[in-house]
């Protein structure tokens, strides 16, 4: 054997012998095997935590827009019952006025009857009445109710 085979021979047994021995280092391949599983693992963690937290940012904001929605239809029916209670209490209104009106036009028609029923002197007296302070008028009228029930008595006695 030449020089050159034996040192051939010899790298080659020196290569051999060292990927015998990491073979054979079982500690350390198991700590690089598990650096490299808690590298994984806390890659791992970390898009957990961002999923997370991305999909509770998102409940929020869904969240969030229901509030807005109810809170803008319930604004939306306040201003529809808004509504419709104006336009009745109008209606109402309305009705009220035209009612009244009706009651003065017959109140009227009823004192013009009474009153061309009524002599021309109790007339001019009762204009005169109207004219007073209130309560001169309620004085009056008092007055003139207590005539009359005495008149009733009389022709009742006679």
């Not at 280092?25 to 598990?34: E, M, S, V, Y």
């Not at 319930?74 to 309305?94: I, N, P, S």
């Not at 009823?110 to 109207?130: K, S, T, W």
Request: glycine residues 10%; charged residues 25%; without cysteine.
């Amino acid at each position: 054997m030449t020089k050159r085979t034996a040192r051939g021979t010899g790298a080659r047994l020196t290569d051999t012998a060292g990927a015998l021995a990491a073979k054979a280092d079982l500690k350390g391949r198991t700590q690089a095997r598990a650096a490299d599983i808690k590298d994984r693992a806390g890659a791992l963690s970390v898009q957990l935590r961002e999923g997370a937290a991305k999909a509770g940012h998102q409940a929020q904001g869904r969240a969030m827009k229901g509030g807005h929605s109810a809170q803008e239809q319930m604004a939306k029916a306040r201003h529809t019952f808004q509504e419709h209670a104006l336009r009745t209490g109008h209606a109402v209104q309305e009705r009220a006025g035209h009612a009244g009106h009706l009651a003065t036009q017959k109140a009227a028609g009823a004192g013009h009857a009474v009153e061309d029923r009524v002599a021309q002197p109790a007339r001019m007296a009762v204009r005169a009445l109207v004219r007073l302070p209130r309560p001169v008028l309620f004085a009056g009228a008092a007055t003139a109710v207590a005539v009359a029930v005495g008149a009733l008595r009389r022709r009742r006695r006679s």
